[in-house]
C-alpha cells in the first residue's frame, strides 16, 4: 500500500511543483499571515451612548435672576413686527388655573401669550394679557427645534372638499402679488411637573425653544 505525504493533497493556484514537506508548511505559514479577504467586526463591545446627565433643577432655579427691566407702558416693542403678517397670533397660549410661582413672582391664574425676547444678551420670555407685558421670566437654556418637531406635534386641520379648493386658489393667488402672504411662525407648548414642586415650561417659537422653571407652591 502507498502512503502519501500530506502534502501530496495539496492544490496549490500555481503550476509548480512542491519538492518537500518543509516546503509545504512555508506556504502555508504564509499563507496564514496574510490578511484575511474579508475584516469581521470586532467582538468587543460597542461604545456607550452619551447620556446627558440629570438635571438639577433646584440649583438651576437658585441661579436664577428675576428680570431688571421693564417695557415702556408694559407694551412688547416687537409684537408689531410679529403679528403683521399673520391673521392671528402665533404666540403660544397658556391657560392656567393655578398660580405659579418663580422667586417672588406670583403669576395670577388666566390665559397668556407667551413671547421669547432677547434682553442685553440673556433670554426672557414674556406673559402677556391684552398686548400687555405682565410678567418677564428668565429662560434657564436656548435650543434649536428639532426639524420635523412641528410635523409631528401639531395636527392638520381637516378641511372639506370646498375648503381645500378654496385655500389652495388662495395660496396660487398669493404667489403672485407682490404682498403675498407668509408662512406663519409655528410655535408649541410643553408642560411638565417635576419633583420637588417644579413646573417646566418649554416654549417652542421658530427655529428654537426656550426652556423656563417654576414652582407650583411659593417657598
Not at 26 to 38: I, L
Amino acid at each position: 500500500m502507498l502512503i502519501l505525504p500530506a502534502y501530496a493533497d495539496y492544490q496549490p493556484l500555481s503550476d509548480e511543483p512542491i519538492n518537500s514537506p518543509e516546503e509545504f508548511e512555508q506556504m502555508q505559514n504564509t499563507e496564514t499571515e496574510e490578511s484575511p479577504e474579508f475584516e469581521y467586526p470586532s467582538t468587543a463591545a460597542p461604545e456607550p451612548v452619551e447620556v446627558k446627565p440629570a438635571k438639577n433643577y433646584a440649583e438651576i432655579y437658585n441661579n436664577l435672576q428675576p428680570a431688571d427691566f421693564s417695557y415702556q407702558h408694559d407694551m412688547d416693542p416687537d409684537q408689531y413686527y410679529d403679528i403683521k403678517d399673520a391673521s392671528w397670533s402665533p404666540y403660544p397660549l397658556l391657560r392656567l388655573n393655578s398660580y405659579l410661582y418663580f422667586k417672588n413672582i406670583a403669576i395670577e391664574p388666566g390665559y397668556y401669550l407667551l413671547t421669547p425676547r432677547e434682553h442685553d444678551g440673556k433670554w426672557y420670555v414674556l406673559f402677556k394679557q391684552n398686548g400687555r407685558v405682565n410678567y418677564i421670566i428668565p429662560v434657564y437654556e436656548r435650543d434649536i427645534t428639532p426639524e420635523f418637531f412641528y410635523d409631528e406635534h401639531i395636527p392638520k386641520p381637516k378641511l372639506t372638499w370646498a375648503q381645500k379648493v378654496h385655500t389652495g386658489v388662495l395660496d396660487f393667488l398669493g404667489n403672485f402679488k407682490s404682498t403675498k402672504r407668509k408662512t406663519p411662525i409655528q410655535s408649541y407648548m410643553e408642560i411638565n411637573d417635576l419633583e420637588n414642586f417644579f413646573v417646566s415650561v418649554i416654549i417652542y417659537y421658530g427655529s428654537h425653544k426656550y426652556y423656563t422653571i417654576f414652582r407650583s407652591i411659593r417657598l
